[in-house]
């Protein structure tokens, strides 16, 4: 999947307009990060890419590209 594909994801499970996660975005600065975000994207890895990450691993990520990398090779580019 490429990365543009994996922030739309990241919108849709946010709940924000399509487009607005992108590349280098921190996450301390997304108004709807929360908690509830770090549970909803490890829903998400696990639905999309068969992939358990813990909560400790999510909050160590600092930008959403750390996010995507927590995908490993299913995120490119």
Partial sequence: MKKTEF???L???LEVDPGTVSS?????????WDS????GLIALLDEHFAISVPAVRINECQT???VAALA???VEG
Avoid: P
């Fill in 72 to 74: 490993g090779d299913k």
């Fill in 7 to 9: 922030f739309l994801l």
């Fill in 36 to 39: 509830l975000a770090v549970m």
């Fill in 64 to 66: 959403v590209d750390d």
């Fill in 11 to 13: 919108d849709e499970m």
């Fill in 24 to 32: 280098g975005q921190k996450l301390a600065d997304m108004e709807k």
